[in-house]
């Protein structure tokens, strides 16, 4: 059940209030914002809530059921908070947040929590950036379970593929540098010495130049160059470095077992028989 603090409950009973609306915003990488609707900055619990660029936020949904509440908020676009590389580089996606009402006149009064959840999509628009928000229900629409496959459904280096893909194993992730510039999307590092598809389906992740600390995913490798899933958004620059890791295609022989010698953490069924073969018509041996 939600509690209102008594002494905000009893500003609420004079009628006339003096209320402001905030957001706090916690992204994924530890980074906190926070922003009112009042005119003026407001500290509450050791937190600076800026009045600009400020936000405006849409009603609120939320329903008894699971259904997701959500809402939107708007913001201006002045490349302050929400910068365009960092919108286009989904740092801001499953950022958590918290809207809340306080009394803007009495900041001791404490706070009504309207919704708490998680982002969705940020959209750019003209002169204004306008983000999904989502209630903690939205966790309840997702599918739980285990689906099979013919190829490993783990990702390279995770708790289940076990396989070490840190800088200490420099068989599978090699420092590059960019020595030739085809696009954003296109590059080469004339250094590089691995054989035809080694790092595809890999990732790279940028140290230095316009993207450092972006990650991309390798769509193929051949000849020292690199081509990327998508182009990067910011211009990929000659002497640009990174750290590149060796790609996996989920292949149980080709990948698991000859390229990292590791067969046992293999998680994929391509043995399993398929629908048409456990459903055909029984046939006699004779």
Not at 131 to 152: I, M, N, W
Not at 193 to 222: C, M, P, R, S
Request: charged share 25%; hydrophobic share 35%.
């Amino acid at each position: 059940m939600k509690t209102i603090p008594a002494g905000l409950l009893a500003h609420y009973a004079l009628g006339t209030t003096t209320l402001a609306t905030a957001i706090r915003i916690t992204r994924e990488d530890g980074e906190v914002f926070a922003f009112t609707t009042h005119d003026e900055d407001d500290e509450i619990d050791g937190v600076d809530y800026l009045c600009d660029p400020g936000f405006v936020a849409n009603a609120i949904s939320i329903t008894a059921g699971c259904d997701v509440g959500n809402t939107e908020i708007t913001t201006l676009h002045d490349g302050t908070v929400f910068t365009t590389a960092d919108i286009l580089g989904d740092r801001w996606r499953n950022a958590a947040f918290l809207i809340f009402r306080y009394n803007y006149k009495s900041i001791a009064d404490g706070i009504d929590e309207l919704l708490a959840g998680t982002f969705g999509e940020v959209e750019l628009r003209r002169g204004t950036v306008v983000a999904e928000l989502h209630d903690l229900r939205r966790y309840l629409q997702h599918p739980v379970g285990f689906q099979s496959t013919k190829t490993c459904p783990y990702r390279l280096g995770d708790e289940r593929c076990t396989k070490d893909i840190s800088l200490s194993d420099t068989a599978f992730t090699v420092l590059f540098t960019v020595t030739n510039v085809t696009s954003n999307q296109v590059f080469t590092d004339s250094a590089r010495a691995e054989a035809d598809d080694f790092f595809g389906e890999g990732e790279i992740q940028w140290l230095t130049g316009n993207n450092a600390g972006e990650h991309a995913k390798v769509k193929t490798y051949a000849s020292d160059t690199f081509t990327l899933g998508r182009p990067m958004w910011l211009d990929v620059q000659v002497g640009d470095t990174g750290i590149a890791i060796a790609g996996c295609r989920k292949r149980r022989e080709e990948d698991c077992r000859d390229k990292f010698e590791n067969e046992v953490n293999f998680g994929g069924q391509p043995d399993r028989k398929g629908t048409d073969n456990i459903t055909e018509s029984p046939a006699a041996d004779v």
